[in-house]
């Protein structure tokens, strides 16, 4: 089971926050920014490294960078994860897809090891294998690489579900031969507020900048 911590909602600084939008009925809200792929595209992957897999490495950086983005609460219970799994759309043959679930590793190398092969196994099973609510300890991702959007928003079950959702879409090449690409954050209000979600950008973009790197 993973760590967690819980909570206290009397010295915390956003229980006023977490109080009032956990009242609200539609308590979500989505941010699309477009981040900067150039060292991905041009030094990455000529060397071999999966740019799908990279991005994915890049949001979990980015969640792992931001405390808000690893709490979840039930009821008027709080709980900050020391590590949160990706759960991953992953295509199949037609036009199926299923979850895979992710852990996060920080070395890139190892991630990528482990990444590539729960990738694989599930591109292969036939089970969805939805989160029916048994964990909390997620985060959930979609690539949509066939549209470069400009906004987007997310299927959601009701109020109470607080996963954070990451979803990136094509990759496109500007007239100054730079690369980038549209994601959309969405969250709940209640645990989260624009300046996490700003943070979270910061550490996603500082993690694809990171290339060259072998794969």
Known sequence: MTDAREIDLETW???????????????????????????????????????????IH?????????????????GD?????????LSATVPRPGD????????YIEDWARFDESCKAIIEETAKGADLGANTGERFDLAYLSCLPWLDFTALDNALPGPDDCIPRFSWGKFVQGADGRWSCAVAV???HALVDGLQVGQFFDAAQS?????????
């Open 13 to 55: 600084s956003r229980s006023g926050q977490f109080k009032l939008f956990r009242t609200y009925q539609r308590p979500h809200f989505a941010t699309t920014a477009r981040v900067d792929v150039t060292a991905l595209m041009t030094q990455g992957k000529p060397a071999g490294v999966s740019p799908y897999r990279a991005f």
């Open 186 to 188: 969405q969250v709940h």
């Open 58 to 74: 890049a949001i979990g950086a980015g969640v792992h960078a931001v405390p808000a983005l690893k709490m979840r609460f039930a």
């Open 96 to 103: 199926t897809f299923g979850y895979a679930y992710i852990p």
């Open 77 to 85: 219970r709080v709980l900050e994860y020391r590590t949160i799994s």
């Open 207 to 215: 993690s694809l900048n990171r290339f060259p790197v072998s794969a």
